[in-house]
């Protein structure tokens, strides 16, 4: 395989561009004026002549946009995923997901969702389907720290918020329950993103743009000299590739066993789905904003699906992406009935409309896990996103892409990312395989 280096990555980008250009001039040259509507499929880019083929693992948060912005960098990509894009048991999965900027003092990550909304609001344009709703976000009894750091960085970083007591929530929406709240940070620009919708979304318009996507997953196969050589499928079968990206979620211990076991802890969410009254939108987006950890857990306001509650549980339970049954548990609806309760008390007594099991997947210290892997210089993983991974796909598929093609190395993400920044759970040492 050819070992590319970053000469080599930005002669291909010259390449890839200076065609792309050439092709548009010629168009502009030769297309008589108004004869056709502007194409509504996305232009697929040219193929790099010195990049080699880029195999990614999972069509979720990290590997769809990873996929994407690879293949907009003209990278000949496959993008497999055991179960499709938007499948039940994707952490990625579900209906919703929230998108904000409050991460008490990690300014990088205020930073990362800040760029990241920029991208979604693109994405949906391009994409031409409703994905984004700004209802806003706000984070009832924040500790006095964190309350304290998002102001600092909010500031910083020229992001909107207001604090609030609990007297001016209950003001301003009197529909909810603020009763021994004793302040609130908020975000008025934050909301909800289509979760499952955006990864089907994501996924066929990389296809529409020259990708290649299957339903299938594969592991490590044969190596030489420090590099992968091939990979193997789930039915025995190989598949030659330059590269490979395991960005598979809860399913990257299962991928690289030796390797992330320990550094990956799957867990189990459980969510509801609340009914609001016939013709009462109380608790609608437009109406409503999301709660932020408001003691007992969190919640969606009502995009088209129900109220989105996801309680906090007595305790922390693993789960098998691929063996567990997705039924959620008695327990858990009486914490989620709590919640409601307390926060939406127009919604006690309303049925819930439909559930889910969803998985987490978590590093040790909640940071991401984007490296190479320490034996074989041309597979990467992606992954670790500790319940803040999706709202950041746009951009994360960005900077992984940027790394990949040499375009550009934060030091300070691909320090927080490195696998040398993570210890194993229970503190054991990092495996090797």
Same mark, same amino acid.
């Given at each position: 395989?050819e ?5 080599t990555v ?7 561009t200076a065609a792309?250009a050439?092709?548009?001039t010629t168009?502009?040259?030769?297309k008589?004026?108004?004869?056709k509507p502007?194409q %509504?499929?996305p232009?697929?880019?040219?193929i790099g002549r010195?990049?080699?083929d880029i195999?990614v ?5 990290f590997?769809v ?7 907009e ?10 179960y499709g894009a ?5 952490a990625s999965g579900?209906? %919703?997901?929230m998108i904000r900027?409050?991460?008490g003092d990690?300014?990088?990550?205020s &930073?990362w ?5 920029a991208l979604?609001?693109?994405?949906q344009?391009?994409f031409?389907r &409703?994905?984004?709703f700004?209802?806003g976000?706000l984070?009832?009894?924040? &500790?006095?720290?964190?309350f304290?750091?998002q102001?600092r960085?909010?500031?910083k ?5 207001e *604090? ?5 929530c ?9 009763e ?10 934050a909301g909800?993103v289509?979760? /499952? ?9 990389f296809v529409?743009?020259g #990708?290649t996507?299957k339903i299938g997953m594969?592991?490590l196969?044969?190596?030489a000299g ?11 079968? %190989? ?12 399913w990257?211990?299962t991928a690289?066993?030796n390797?992330?076991n320990?550094f990956?802890? &799957?867990?189990?969410s ?7 009254p016939?013709g009462d939108l109380?608790y609608?987006w ?9 003691g007992g857990?969190y919640?969606?306001?009502?995009v088209?699906?129900g109220?989105k509650?996801?309680?906090?549980g007595?305790? %922390?339970?693993?789960i098998d992406p691929?063996?567990?049954?997705r039924?959620?548990?008695p327990i858990?609806?009486?914490?989620? /009935?709590?919640?409601?309760a307390?926060r *939406?008390p127009?919604?006690?007594?309303q ?6 099991v969803?998985n987490l997947?978590?590093s040790d210290?909640e940071?991401?896990i984007?490296?190479t892997h320490?034996?074989?210089?041309n597979?990467w993983?992606?992954? #670790?996103g500790?319940?803040?991974g999706f709202?950041m796909?746009p951009?994360t598929?960005e900077?992984i892409a940027?790394?990949?093609c040499a375009?550009?190395?934060?030091v300070?993400e691909?320090a927080?990312?490195?696998l040398?920044?993570?210890k194993a759970f ?8």
């Amino acid at each position: 395989m050819e070992n590319v280096n970053r000469r080599t990555v930005l002669t291909w980008l010259g390449t890839a561009t200076a065609a792309a250009a050439s092709a548009s001039t010629t168009l502009a040259q030769t297309k008589p004026a108004q004869t056709k509507p502007a194409q %509504t499929k996305p232009a697929a880019p040219a193929i790099g002549r010195n990049l080699p083929d880029i195999t990614v693992l999972g069509a979720g948060a990290f590997g769809v946009w990873t996929a994407l912005c690879l293949r907009e960098r003209g990278a000949n990509v496959t993008l497999l995923d055991s179960y499709g894009a938007g499948n039940a048991r994707q952490a990625s999965g579900d209906e %919703t997901r929230m998108i904000r900027c409050a991460y008490g003092d990690r300014e990088i990550y205020s &930073r990362w969702a800040k760029e990241a909304f920029a991208l979604w609001h693109q994405r949906q344009a391009e994409f031409k389907r &409703r994905l984004i709703f700004v209802n806003g976000v706000l984070g009832p009894n924040v &500790r006095q720290s964190e309350f304290e750091a998002q102001q600092r960085i909010y500031k910083k970083l020229d992001i909107p918020f207001e *604090t609030l007591s609990a007297d001016e929530c209950k003001k301003r929406w009197p529909q909810g329950g603020f009763e021994g709240d004793t302040n609130a940070f908020y975000e008025p620009n934050a909301g909800t993103v289509k979760a /499952r919708e955006a990864l089907i979304a994501a996924t066929e318009v990389f296809v529409q743009k020259g #990708g290649t996507y299957k339903i299938g997953m594969a592991t490590l196969g044969a190596s030489a000299g420090g590099k992968m050589t091939s990979l193997k499928l789930a039915d025995g079968a %190989t598949m030659s590739t330059g590269m490979a990206i395991f960005a598979c979620g809860p399913w990257l211990p299962t991928a690289l066993p030796n390797l992330l076991n320990n550094f990956i802890r &799957r867990t189990r969410s459980e969510i509801f789905y609340v009914g609001s009254p016939p013709g009462d939108l109380s608790y609608h987006w437009e109406r409503f904003p999301n709660i932020l950890f408001g003691g007992g857990g969190y919640a969606l306001s009502d995009v088209d699906y129900g109220y989105k509650v996801a309680p906090s549980g007595p305790g %922390t339970l693993t789960i098998d992406p691929d063996r567990d049954e997705r039924i959620v548990s008695p327990i858990m609806w009486e914490m989620a /009935r709590r919640f409601v309760a307390h926060r *939406t008390p127009g919604l006690v007594g309303q049925p819930v409309v439909a559930s889910r099991v969803c998985n987490l997947e978590n590093s040790d210290n909640e940071h991401f896990i984007i490296d190479t892997h320490p034996e074989l210089a041309n597979v990467w993983i992606a992954g #670790g996103g500790s319940g803040h991974g999706f709202k950041m796909g746009p951009k994360t598929g960005e900077y992984i892409a940027d790394r990949i093609c040499a375009t550009a190395d934060p030091v300070e993400e691909k320090a927080l990312f490195a696998l040398s920044s993570h210890k194993a759970f229970g503190g054991g040492p990092l495996l090797r395989g």
